[in-house]
């Protein structure tokens, strides 16, 4: 202790300074995100910090004339740096906040996204609370050795093999697809606490906070409550970084959590595993961008765990893990299927419906969709409505030719905002969602019908037209500007949800209306069909199955692919199709593929540096990001913004990352102002 306080009255004197005897060199990861300068940087160790600078700690160092943060990777006996080195000048904690095994994961995630470490590192570890860290540990329980019950994984094919793999602490890669009606919460439980049982632990990944809630329940009843740790970003910092250092310092080894738990310190890791990974929640809006499943990819790869992707629906990409080998698919087989699943029916799918209710395909609640509703209120159950939109009438449309009805001035959409307007007599006029102009005089160009009709109907006009249609019934909403439920209650009522609001219900609901399918699949994105499917199987997935008279009645065109993988509960073929259709497209994540967003000229300099590096790469576009909208069209002098597309096979993926990374460094070592977008396989490709 003395010998601490001597050193500490040398601080003040920084030429008095002597370099610690042993390992008296530190590699740290500098707070600076610029690509030229993503590296660690050799500092000298002072004697007063030797014992406190540590591999993990953060660290203050001098930087360019400033001081900056970082963390410190490691201690070495020497520099291969020639000059002078400068001093650690502050050990900010003696707390070491990065592991190794989390540091080495960032610099992949980097690597992988054509990213800097820097970002990624911000991502991983969250803000310092000094008050929390001075805290005495909290005592928990440690899991014991619970019985995991093998019946509900016994129903899929190699279920019960893939336990007694985390039983035994081998590194298995699945795909599970979930039954309709699965209670997928304890399966994952179930899965963490063989996990546990092996003395490993187990980071289970989810989309939002209702999902955390019901898992971190299912496995505090297998495991106690002091056994389980739930990480999200809704969490205060105190009470996160508070849970996030019982994870750190080995107190827990079962977390459960979104986006940001994926990157979790935990110790011994023997399983990864993510639900429903084509939920868009699960991709960081921050760059470098990374998706939680590729993060747990690398993950697994680098610590040799085991990687559970699970859902019921399959993306594309985890299709892929099948289709190389890598993972290995946990289904139960058709007659399973067909027992769990309710009975799914499109409207107007044949020729003796139609003739009992012609307008089935062109209305928008067909007979059949009242007839599966009112039978399921009346034996009790509540029925589920998914409606795509939020709001009352999102946008609006020509009476006559049905094109979107877009404002004179920008072009942007037109849509009922509740403004009302005097020189209209008080009346609500429509406006641009855009730049906010009223409409008094609406003209089509198309077709010059004057006439407008609500372009999709949301969930709050939806919600009053059922209760009209089935007066003395309850209509509850869940999601689109009203609170999501996270249950209801198995009694008699009409629940509006839309896409992700879905709640639970104790024993399923009686039937499901999936209204307005063509507006899910009229967005220009190539992941819409995919999405669509993922949407509605989730909705479909909460009803009882047809033994109980569950019926799930989807509004869609019976012939389309997707329809008829609804209708046959096939997410595993309709994978397989969309990823060999991508493939002949050339579309990720059959290949790899970034996409560069930015002004003109900073784009054309980042995908000149990229074919300088690379060839073989092809340029799709630029073409230009919506020049009508205000805020990416011309303002002023400012170049228009614009977007570039460049592919290459998936053999050249590294290659394309550290060619977008050194056309990036070689533009921030320039100092170019202009800021560029770079995004690898990005989510949404339109």
Same mark, same amino acid.
């Given at each position: 202790?003395?010998?601490?306080?001597?050193?500490?009255?040398?601080?003040?004197?920084?030429?008095?300074?002597?370099?610690?005897?042993?390992?008296?060199?530190?590699?740290?990861?500098?707070?600076?995100?610029?690509?030229?300068?993503?590296?660690?940087?050799?500092?000298?160790?002072?004697?007063?910090?030797?014992?406190?600078?540590?591999?993990?700690?953060?660290?203050?160092?001098?930087?360019?004339?400033?001081?900056?943060?970082?963390?410190?990777?490691?201690?070495?006996?020497?520099?291969?740096?020639?000059?002078?080195?400068?001093?650690?000048? +502050?050990?900010? $904690?003696?707390?070491?906040?990065? $592991?190794?095994?989390?540091?080495?994961?960032?610099?992949?995630?980097?690597?992988?996204?054509?990213?800097?470490?820097?970002?990624?590192?911000?991502?991983?570890?969250?803000?310092?609370?000094?008050?929390?860290?001075?805290?005495?540990?909290?005592?928990?329980?440690?899991?014991?050795?619970?019985?995991?019950?093998?019946?509900?994984?016994?129903?899929?094919?190699?279920?019960?093999?893939?336990?007694?793999?985390?039983?035994?602490?081998?590194?298995?890669?699945?795909?599970?697809?979930?039954?309709?009606?699965?209670?997928?919460?304890?399966?994952?439980?179930?899965?963490?606490?063989?996990?546990?049982?092996?003395?490993?632990?187990?980071?289970?990944?989810?989309?939002?906070?209702?999902?955390?809630?019901?898992?971190?329940?299912?496995?505090?009843?297998?495991?106690?409550?002091?056994?389980?740790?739930?990480?999200?970003?809704?969490?205060?910092?105190?009470?996160? /970084?508070?849970?996030?250092?019982?994870?750190?310092?080995?107190?827990?080894?079962?977390?459960?959590?979104?986006?940001?738990?994926?990157?979790?310190?935990?110790?011994?890791?023997?399983?990864?595993?993510?639900?429903?990974?084509?939920?868009?929640?699960?991709?960081?809006?921050?760059?470098? /961008?990374?998706?939680?499943?590729?993060?747990?990819?690398?993950?697994?790869?680098?610590?040799?765990?085991?990687?559970?992707?699970?859902?019921?629906?399959?993306?594309?990409?985890?299709?892929?893990?099948?289709?190389?080998?890598?993972?290995?698919?946990?289904?139960?087989?058709?007659?399973?299927?067909?027992?769990?699943?309710?009975?799914?029916?499109?409207?107007?799918?044949?020729?003796?419906?139609?003739?009992?209710?012609?307008?089935?395909?062109?209305?928008?609640?067909?007979?059949?969709?009242?007839?599966?509703?009112?039978?399921?209120?009346?034996?009790?159950?509540?029925?589920?409505?998914?409606?795509?939109? $939020?709001?009352?009438?999102?946008?609006?449309?020509?009476?006559?030719?049905?094109?979107?009805?877009?404002?004179?001035?920008?072009?942007?959409?037109?849509?009922?905002?509740?403004?009302?307007?005097?020189?209209?007599?008080?009346?609500?006029?429509?406006?641009?969602?855009?730049?906010?102009?009223?409409?008094?005089?609406?003209?089509?160009?198309?077709?010059?019908?004057?006439?407008?009709?609500?372009?999709?109907?949301?969930?709050?006009?939806?919600?009053?037209?059922?209760?009209?249609?089935?007066?003395?019934?309850?209509?509850?909403? $869940?999601?689109?500007?009203?609170?999501?439920?996270?249950?209801?209650?198995?009694?008699?009522?009409?629940?509006?949800?839309?896409?992700?609001?879905?709640?639970?219900?104790?024993?399923?609901?009686?039937?499901?209306?999936?209204?307005?399918?063509?507006?899910?699949?009229?967005?220009?994105?190539?992941?819409?069909?995919?999405?669509?499917?993922?949407?509605?199987?989730?909705?479909?997935?909460?009803?009882?199955?047809?033994?109980?008279?569950?019926?799930?009645?989807?509004?869609?065109?019976?012939?389309?692919?997707?329809?008829?993988?609804?209708?046959?509960?096939?997410?595993?073929?309709?994978?397989?199709?969309?990823?060999?259709?991508?493939?002949?497209?050339?579309?990720?994540?059959?290949?790899?593929?970034?996409?560069?967003?930015?002004?003109?000229?900073?784009?054309?300099?980042?995908?000149?540096?990229?074919?300088?590096?690379?060839?073989?790469?092809?340029?799709?576009?630029?073409?230009?990001?919506?020049?009508?909208?205000?805020?990416?069209?011309?303002?002023?002098?400012?170049?228009?913004?614009?977007?570039?597309?460049?592919?290459?096979?998936?053999?050249?993926?590294?290659?394309?990352?550290?060619?977008?990374?050194?056309?990036?460094?070689?533009?921030?070592?320039? +100092?170019?102002?202009?800021?560029?977008?770079?995004?690898?396989?990005?989510?949404?490709?339109?």
């Amino acid at each position: 202790m003395a010998q601490r306080q001597r050193g500490r009255t040398r601080t003040s004197h920084r030429g008095e300074w002597q370099q610690a005897a042993h390992l008296p060199v530190a590699r740290v990861a500098v707070d600076v995100p610029l690509p030229h300068l993503d590296r660690p940087f050799d500092y000298r160790v002072p004697e007063h910090l030797d014992a406190d600078a540590v591999p993990g700690v953060r660290v203050r160092v001098r930087f360019a004339g400033r001081a900056v943060d970082g963390y410190l990777l490691e201690r070495v006996a020497e520099s291969a740096h020639g000059g002078r080195l400068a001093w650690v000048d +502050k050990v900010v $904690s003696a707390e070491p906040v990065l $592991s190794t095994e989390v540091a080495t994961l960032c610099r992949a995630v980097a690597d992988r996204y054509a990213g800097v470490l820097a970002d990624v590192l911000r991502l991983a570890v969250p803000p310092r609370h000094a008050r929390v860290e001075g805290e005495a540990p909290e005592e928990r329980e440690r899991a014991g050795s619970p019985q995991v019950a093998r019946d509900g994984w016994a129903r899929y094919g190699r279920g019960t093999a893939l336990l007694d793999a985390l039983a035994g602490g081998r590194a298995a890669h699945a795909v599970w697809q979930a039954l309709p009606g699965e209670d997928w919460p304890q399966r994952l439980a179930e899965a963490a606490a063989a996990t546990a049982a092996a003395g490993r632990g187990a980071l289970l990944v989810v989309p939002d906070q209702r999902d955390v809630d019901a898992l971190h329940t299912a496995c505090t009843r297998l495991l106690g409550d002091g056994a389980v740790v739930a990480l999200t970003a809704d969490l205060g910092p105190a009470e996160r /970084y508070r849970r996030w250092l019982a994870v750190r310092r080995g107190q827990v080894r079962v977390v459960v959590g979104t986006r940001s738990a994926a990157f979790a310190p935990v110790e011994a890791l023997g399983l990864l595993a993510v639900w429903d990974d084509g939920d868009d929640l699960h991709a960081e809006p921050r760059a470098p /961008y990374p998706h939680v499943r590729d993060v747990l990819v690398l993950r697994a790869h680098g610590v040799g765990a085991a990687l559970l992707v699970a859902g019921f629906a399959r993306t594309a990409e985890a299709h892929l893990l099948v289709e190389s080998g890598w993972a290995r698919e946990v289904v139960a087989d058709r007659l399973a299927v067909r027992d769990a699943m309710p009975r799914v029916a499109a409207a107007g799918e044949s020729d003796a419906e139609l003739a009992r209710d012609p307008s089935a395909r062109a209305a928008r609640l067909p007979h059949v969709a009242f007839e599966a509703a009112r039978t399921a209120l009346s034996a009790g159950r509540p029925v589920l409505v998914q409606v795509p939109r $939020s709001g009352y009438l999102p946008w609006l449309a020509c009476g006559a030719c049905r094109e979107t009805a877009r404002c004179r001035h920008c072009a942007g959409p037109l849509g009922f905002t509740g403004r009302r307007s005097a020189d209209a007599g008080d009346a609500e006029l429509p406006h641009c969602r855009w730049c906010g102009r009223p409409e008094t005089a609406f003209r089509c160009p198309a077709c010059g019908s004057r006439r407008l009709r609500a372009g999709v109907v949301g969930a709050g006009r939806t919600a009053e037209e059922l209760g009209r249609a089935f007066p003395g019934t309850t209509v509850r909403a $869940s999601g689109g500007g009203a609170p999501v439920l996270a249950e209801v209650a198995a009694r008699p009522e009409l629940v509006v949800a839309t896409p992700g609001a879905e709640p639970r219900v104790p024993g399923g609901f009686g039937a499901a209306l999936l209204l307005d399918g063509w507006a899910l699949l009229s967005r220009p994105d190539l992941r819409v069909v995919e999405e669509t499917l993922r949407r509605w199987l989730a909705a479909a997935g909460l009803v009882v199955p047809h033994g109980a008279g569950g019926r799930v009645i989807v509004m869609a065109d019976a012939e389309l692919p997707v329809v008829q993988a609804l209708v046959r509960w096939d997410p595993a073929g309709h994978a397989h199709a969309e990823l060999a259709g991508r493939a002949e497209v050339g579309f990720p994540p059959a290949v790899r593929m970034a996409s560069v967003e930015g002004g003109s000229t900073a784009v054309a300099e980042v995908v000149d540096g990229v074919l300088a590096d690379l060839p073989t790469a092809e340029v799709l576009g630029p073409v230009e990001l919506e020049p009508d909208r205000p805020e990416h069209g011309r303002q002023g002098d400012s170049e228009v913004r614009e977007r570039a597309l460049v592919r290459v096979p998936r053999a050249q993926g590294r290659a394309l990352a550290a060619a977008l990374h050194a056309a990036q460094a070689g533009r921030t070592a320039r +100092k170019a102002t202009d800021p560029v977008r770079v995004r690898l396989d990005p989510v949404e490709i339109g």
